[in-house]
């Protein structure tokens, strides 16, 4: 019988499937997956670059600010550490995987067919959507369980896969891989009892504010 968390993802996955498929014109879709195709450009509102920023860099803030408060030894403090390793990883995985495959990017030219065309291209995988799935992962692995509600976190990789697709900056399997990247690194992290942003960092820094007060 499959557990309650591999349903779960299996339905995550599903989800992201379809919403990266969502209005698919059959004749111009294309790439791997068949589904690859340039959306209408929207660059305002929600879609905005600055908002998009926002929510990155507050991850980014909020890993490593839960991390330093709570500290290691605690439960909470030791996941936000966990979701420091896993942005770690994943980004830099991202930046191989990028100037590996040199894929073309929509606002390039719509074609989901070009790639390895050199230092210009940089569409594959999407870092945006690898770092927020990155950092929302070990929270759901470790308490999803418990407290499901925290699958609405989700809603973080997918709000920025949609709005990179809506900017023209990526495909649809650009924001597939990045989730999985994101999602496969921070699973990964979890099985490290001693994250190693806690080896390398001052142990004054790890050790968490509510311990050291």
């Known amino acids: 019988m499959q557990s309650k968390s591999s349903r779960a993802q299996r339905a995550a996955l ?3 499937c ?15 997956l068949g589904i690859d195709h340039e959306w209408a450009l929207d660059t305002g509102g929600i879609w905005a670059q600055k908002v998009q920023n926002v929510l990155e ?3 980014i803030a909020a890993e490593l ?9 605690n439960p909470l403090g030791l ?6 390793d896993s942005t770690a990883i994943s980004s ?7 100037l590996a495959f040199s894929r073309q990017r929509p606002n390039q030219g719509d074609n989901p067919s070009k790639w390895f065309q050199g230092g210009c291209c940089d569409s594959f995988p999407s870092g945006e959507v690898t770092i927020q799935a990155s950092f929302v992962t070990p929270f759901i692995v470790r ?22 697709l809506k900017n023209q900056a990526h495909w649809q399997t650009d924001v597939i891989a990045g989730w999985a990247l994101g999602s496969a690194v921070g699973y990964w992290s979890t099985m490290h009892e001693t994250p190693f942003a806690v080896q390398i ?10 311990r050291s007060f």
């Open 201 to 210: 960092l001052p142990h004054g820094l790890t050790i968490g504010i509510t």
């Open 79 to 84: 996941t936000f550490w966990q979701s420091v």
């Open 65 to 73: 600010g839960g991390g330093i408060y709570f500290g290691k030894d």
């Open 92 to 98: 830099i995985g991202a930046e191989i995987l990028k």
């Open 143 to 164: 308490y999803a369980r418990s407290d499901p509600w925290l699958w609405s976190l989700e809603a973080l990789p997918i709000y920025t896969g949609l709005a990179r």
């Open 14 to 16: 599903l989800l992201w």
């Open 18 to 32: 379809v919403l990266c498929a969502l209005a698919t014109d059959r004749v111009r879709a294309g790439g791997a």
């Open 57 to 59: 860099y507050g991850a």
